[in-house]
C-alpha cells in the first residue's frame, strides 16, 4: 500500500494542520508532505486559513478529528496558548507557539501540547557567526512572536551586549521585554521606536527583521527604508522566506552587509517539529529539491 515515493491517503492517514491567516504563501504543505512521501509516512499536511475569530474553533477541532498536529503562524503564535493543554518549557519561556502536538494520554484522552521550533530554527543559520555575535550589538524589528523566539534565543544562546527592540506598538513591545526579564540577567534588552532607531541599526553587528513587511505579495515593502544605515561588516538575517530575497536583503547585501534571508529556518524548523510529529528525520535534501522545483531556480 505504501511505497518509499507514494503514500495511498486512506482511512488510518493522520492529518497535521497549518493554522494561520494568511496561509495561502506557505511552503510548509511542500516541506512536510514531500518528506512523508519521500519516506513513505501516512500523513498529510493541510494548510488552514483560520482568521482569530475562529482560532479556538479550529483548536477544539484538532482534539475533535483526531489531528497528529498542527503548526501556528501569524497571526495566532501567542493567542493559541491558552487553548492547549501544556507547553514545553521553552515554549511557555518565549510566551508563543508554532507547533501542537496531539498527544494521546493515558486516560485515553488526547492532550495538545504546545512547542516552540522557532528558537533551534532561528539559531541554525546564525551558527557559523555565533562566536563573533557575543558581546555584539544586535536590532529586532518588529515585536511578535517571531520576535519573541528571536530575544529568547539571543538572549539564552547569543549573549549580545545590546539587544534593541524596535516596536511599531510600544506597550507589544515592553510587555515582550517584561515577560523575558528573567532571561535578560544583564539587562541588555532594550525597546525603541521605528523613528528613534537610526544609531541603533547604524552600529549593530546583527540587524533581525521580524515583521512581515517586505513579504510576498507586498515585495516592494521594507520594515528600514533607510538603506544607507547598513555596511560591510554587518549581518541582516530576515526572516521572511517569501521572496527568498526581500528588499531588505537585497538593499543590505548591495551596501557591503552579510545576508541570511528566512528560508534556513523555516527548514530547520520545519524539520523540528517533523521530528516530534512522527519520530524521524526530515529528508532535507529531497526538500531542498521540492522547494527549488517549485519555485522554479
Ligand atoms: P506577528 O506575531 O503578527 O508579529 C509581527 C510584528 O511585526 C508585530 O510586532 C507588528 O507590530 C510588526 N509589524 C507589522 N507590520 C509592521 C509595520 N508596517 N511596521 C512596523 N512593524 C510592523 O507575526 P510573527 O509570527 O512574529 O511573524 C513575523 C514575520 O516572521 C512573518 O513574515 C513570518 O512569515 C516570519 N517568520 C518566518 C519564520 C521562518 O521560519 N522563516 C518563522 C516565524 C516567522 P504590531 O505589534 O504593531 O502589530
Redesign the pocket.
Known amino acids: 500500500m505504501i511505497s518509499a515515493t507514494h503514500v495511498l491517503i486512506d482511512a488510518s492517514t493522520r492529518p497535521i494542520a497549518l493554522l494561520g491567516d494568511p496561509v495561502a504563501h506557505s511552503f510548509s504543505p511542500l516541506i512536510h508532505n514531500t518528506g512523508f512521501r519521500v519516506q513513505g509516512l501516512s500523513y498529510v499536511y493541510l494548510a488552514c486559513r483560520v482568521p482569530p475569530q475562529a482560532l479556538a474553533e479550529a483548536v477544539a477541532g484538532l482534539r475533535a478529528l483526531g489531528f497528529a498536529g498542527a503548526n501556528v503562524?501569524?497571526?495566532h503564535?501567542?493567542a493559541v496558548l491558552p487553548l492547549l493543554d501544556r507547553c514545553t518549557p521553552g515554549a511557555k519561556a518565549v510566551g508563543a507557539v508554532?507547533t501542537i502536538l496531539c498527544l494521546p494520554n493515558a486516560q485515553g484522552k488526547t492532550e495538545l501540547v504546545g512547542e516552540n521550533t522557532?528558537v533551534a530554527?532561528f539559531l541554525a543559520p546564525l551558527k557559523p557567526f555565533l562566536p563573533s555575535l557575543e558581546n555584539s550589538e544586535v536590532v529586532i524589528?518588529?515585536?511578535?512572536?517571531?520576535?519573541r523566539?528571536v530575544v529568547y534565543a539571543l538572549l539564552t544562546h547569543v549573549h549580545p551586549a545590546r539587544l534593541t527592540l524596535l516596536?511599531?506598538?510600544p506597550k507589544?513591545g515592553e510587555t515582550l521585554a517584561t515577560d523575558m526579564a528573567a532571561y535578560d540577567t544583564r539587562h541588555v534588552l532594550r525597546v525603541v521606536p521605528?523613528a528613534a532607531a537610526g544609531a541603533a541599526v547604524r552600529t549593530a553587528h546583527l540587524v533581525v527583521n521580524?515583521?512581515?513587511?517586505g513579504?510576498h505579495p507586498h515585495d516592494q515593502e521594507t520594515?528600514w527604508p533607510h538603506a544607507t544605515d547598513f555596511h560591510e561588516g554587518q549581518l541582516v538575517y530576515d526572516?521572511?522566506?517569501n521572496p527568498l530575497r526581500t528588499r531588505l536583503l537585497r538593499e543590505a547585501a548591495a551596501r557591503g552587509a552579510t545576508t541570511i534571508g528566512?528560508?534556513e529556518?523555516?527548514l530547520a524548523?520545519a524539520a523540528a517539529a517533523y521530528k516530534w510529529w512522527t519520530g524521524h528525520e526530515l529528508p532535507l535534501q529531497a526538500v531542498r529539491a521540492a522547494l527549488q522545483s517549485s519555485l522554479g531556480s
Open positions: 503562524t501569524i497571526p503564535k501567542e508554532n522557532d530554527g524589528l518588529g515585536a511578535g512572536g517571531a520576535a523566539a516596536a511599531r506598538n507589544r521605528f521580524a515583521t512581515p513587511v513579504m520594515p526572516l521572511i522566506y528566512g528560508l529556518m523555516l524548523q
